[in-house]
């Protein structure tokens, strides 16, 4: 069966940084595309960020780029997402996702597996 689970969501500043985790189980993490995605209250869940399975290729959302890093620990089954310059507008309940592709893959859809979440919230 496979697990994943976030961690290091919090409330901060506008301006602060955070890095989440997600601990995967279950799937060879190491041939699997990861990404990160993100629903606020009242909206749809956004794409966020996405890496292939040897970390060489990412892919960001406008929103989050050149302010949110995704990377991969295959050694250690881990994804990250470092979020530096927060702004109220990522407030949201931040998923980790694992695919059955191996290559970067924006769409929710293309993802079969997902953590439960962790709440980030900006304050202003």
């Known amino acids: 069966q496979v697990q994943l689970v976030e961690s290091g969501g919090g409330l901060v500043q506008a301006g602060d940084s955070l890095r989440l985790s997600c601990a995967a189980s279950?799937?060879?993490?190491?041939?699997?595309?990861m990404g990160w995605f993100r629903q606020a209250p009242g909206k749809e869940r956004d794409f966020v960020a996405t890496?292939?399975?040897?970390?060489?290729?990412?892919s960001y959302a406008d929103s989050v780029k050149g302010r949110f890093t995704i990377s991969r620990d295959n050694a250690r089954n881990m994804v990250y997402l470092q979020m530096n310059s927060l702004k109220p507008d990522d407030t949201a309940v931040y998923y980790c996702?694992?695919?059955?592709?191996?290559?970067?893959?924006?769409?929710?859809?293309?993802?079969?597996?997902w953590g439960q979440g962790t709440q980030v919230t900006v304050s202003s």
């Open positions: 279950g799937r060879t993490f190491s041939s699997s595309a």
């Open positions: 890496i292939n399975w040897s970390g060489e290729s990412t």
């Open positions: 996702a694992i695919s059955g592709y191996s290559f970067t893959r924006n769409s929710p859809a293309a993802y079969d597996y």
